[in-house]
């Protein structure tokens, strides 16, 4: 069989000059099966399905083709994310530290923003944005089911960003949208999508986005551009122009694990790793190491005296370690992260860690919680039992439960219940419930 004409004759014609010798090895990778890989939350054992290690990321492990792990019940409960090997170095490979401030500027649906968090281990901001309204939602829910304490999530242009919030990260990953080529193993069907004019038009809007980008890093700090694409324009081409109009930034190497030497620009070809397509600069602004930009810090409202006690009373009981709420936002108490930016006039979806709200004079933990610390109340269930929790519906418990318990399945809580007369009421949200 002629792979040629699987593909987009155009494409190839572009990628020819790129590749040499090497295409039809390429193109004869591309016939063949995708990988998968599974990220496992921090501490976790992997689960049954997973194979080998992915070297280039932390806790990541391939997956067979047939795993259905994005159907069991651990997957809601966020013991671990599904994610395509490749997309796994740029997070890798922007190193983000405990404690940093980071941005996530285009982070739909979640991967490298989940992945990132895990590097900061719950200290420091990471900021993760999306523009398209409807992809930040599932970036939000992707979020807390990983999870994740110390994200602001928002949805805005990068250039609303970039006029609010100057010189104020100390890392920032740009995943650029773009033209998808890498994709043309795992979805074929966008083979047939793709437009000769298509790499011109993205990197127009990578260039635009990338000097966004570019302004609200500090001096000294680091930034990491990336696609999941092929061609040179794309890739290399902002990438040098990009260095041509702004002096003094500099290419830094990418060194991961089992991935190709570079000098500053990555490239992941499907027939060298295993892998789908990927590339990925890594950029040190010019400067010294001081934020600026930034005077004032956003200050949340408190909840009222009585909410604080009522709230504090219930973390006390329910969660294992310290924890108070600092914040109020959109109704609810939640424990915000330090060194926030200005919000006025972005749209805001998420800050934080959501820990409840007041219903009349009752606390009402909110399901991020479960997911995210550790709660000292727990019932064990098996995997049916948990199906039918995230489903909706009422377990049967001892009679002697009263309150609220966080359903666990092998010690990973799966959200929230409350215990009354042998039975468990369901407090899963119901707009995440799924039919048995």
């Known amino acids: 069989m002629n792979m040629e004409t699987e593909f987009p004759k155009g494409?190839?014609?572009?990628l020819a000059p790129l590749l040499g010798g090497r295409l039809p090895v390429f193109l004869d990778a591309l016939s063949?099966?995708?990988?998968?890989?599974?990220?496992?939350?921090?501490?976790?054992?992997?689960?049954?399905?997973?194979?080998?290690?992915?070297?280039?990321?932390?806790?990541?492990?391939?997956?067979?083709?047939?795993?259905?792990?994005?159907?069991?019940?651990?997957?809601?409960?966020?013991?671990?994310?599904?994610?395509?090997?490749?997309?796994?170095?740029?997070?890798?490979?922007?190193d983000a530290r405990?404690?940093?401030?980071?941005?996530?500027?285009?982070?739909?649906?979640?991967?490298?923003?989940?992945?990132i968090a895990a590097d900061m281990a719950?200290?420091?901001?990471?900021?993760?944005?999306?523009?398209?309204?409807?992809?930040?939602?599932?970036?939000?829910r992707n979020l807390e089911r990983m999870g994740v304490v110390n994200a602001l999530c928002v949805s805005a242009l990068p250039e609303?960003?970039?006029?609010?919030?100057?010189?104020?990260?100390?890392?920032?990953?740009?995943?650029?949208?773009?033209?998808?080529?890498?994709?043309?193993?795992?979805?074929?069907?966008?083979?047939?999508?793709w437009k000769e004019n298509a790499p011109a038009g993205c990197a127009l809007r990578q260039r635009q986005i990338l000097d966004e980008a570019a302004s609200m890093l500090r001096p000294g700090g680091t930034l990491v551009y990336s696609t999941c694409t092929f061609n040179a324009e794309e890739n290399e081409g902002v990438i040098q122009g990009f260095l041509s109009a702004h002096p003094g930034w500099a290419l830094s190497p990418i060194i991961l694990p089992a991935l190709p030497k570079n000098d500053g620009m990555l490239r992941l070809w499907p027939h060298e790793v295993k892998g789908e397509g990927h590339f990925a600069a890594q950029l040190i602004k010019p400067g010294d190491?001081?934020?600026?930009?930034?005077?004032?810090?956003?200050?949340?409202?408190?909840?009222?005296?009585?909410?604080?006690?009522?709230?504090?009373?219930?973390?006390?009981?329910?969660i294992e370690g310290s924890v108070r709420p600092n914040a109020v936002f959109a109704g609810k108490m939640i424990l915000a992260p330090d060194g926030l930016p200005p919000l006025k006039g972005v749209k805001t979806l998420r800050v934080g860690l959501q820990l409840g709200e007041m219903k009349g004079r009752v606390f009402i933990p909110d399901h991020a919680l479960a997911l995210a610390l550790p709660c000292k109340?727990?019932?064990?269930?098996?995997?049916a039992e948990a199906?039918?929790?995230?489903?909706?519906?009422?377990?049967?418990?001892?009679?002697?439960?009263?309150?609220?318990?966080?359903?666990?399945?092998?010690?990973?809580?799966?959200?929230?219940?409350?215990?009354?007369?042998?039975?468990?009421?369901?407090?899963?949200?119901?707009?995440?419930?799924?039919p048995l």
Not at 98 to 115: F, H, I, M, N, Y
Not at 175 to 181: F, H, K, L, V, W
């Open 387 to 434: 199906r039918a929790y995230q489903a909706g519906q009422v377990l049967n418990v001892a009679q002697d439960c009263k309150g609220f318990y966080t359903p666990t399945l092998s010690g990973l809580a799966i959200g929230w219940g409350k215990a009354s007369g042998g039975q468990l009421k369901n407090h899963y949200p119901k707009g995440l419930r799924k």
């Open 122 to 140: 719950g200290k420091g901001l990471v900021v993760c944005n999306e523009p398209v309204p409807s992809r930040a939602q599932i970036l939000s």
């Open 160 to 193: 609303e960003l970039s006029k609010r919030w100057p010189r104020f990260f100390d890392r920032v990953l740009v995943d650029a949208p773009c033209s998808g080529e890498g994709m043309f193993r795992r979805h074929p069907q966008t083979r047939l999508e």
């Open 98 to 115: 405990p404690g940093e401030r980071v941005l996530d500027l285009c982070a739909a649906p979640g991967g490298k923003s989940t992945q």
């Open 377 to 383: 109340k727990r019932l064990p269930v098996t995997e």
């Open 11 to 14: 494409w190839i014609g572009q």
């Open 32 to 94: 063949r099966p995708p990988l998968r890989g599974i990220r496992m939350r921090k501490g976790l054992e992997p689960i049954p399905d997973a194979e080998e290690k992915i070297p280039w990321a932390k806790d990541a492990y391939y997956l067979p083709l047939s795993s259905q792990a994005g159907a069991l019940p651990a997957h809601e409960a966020g013991a671990y994310y599904l994610q395509e090997p490749s997309a796994m170095a740029a997070a890798a490979a922007l």
């Open 289 to 318: 190491d001081d934020r600026g930009g930034l005077l004032i810090e956003e200050t949340l409202p408190m909840p009222d005296k009585n909410a604080l006690a009522a709230a504090e009373d219930f973390l006390l009981e329910q």
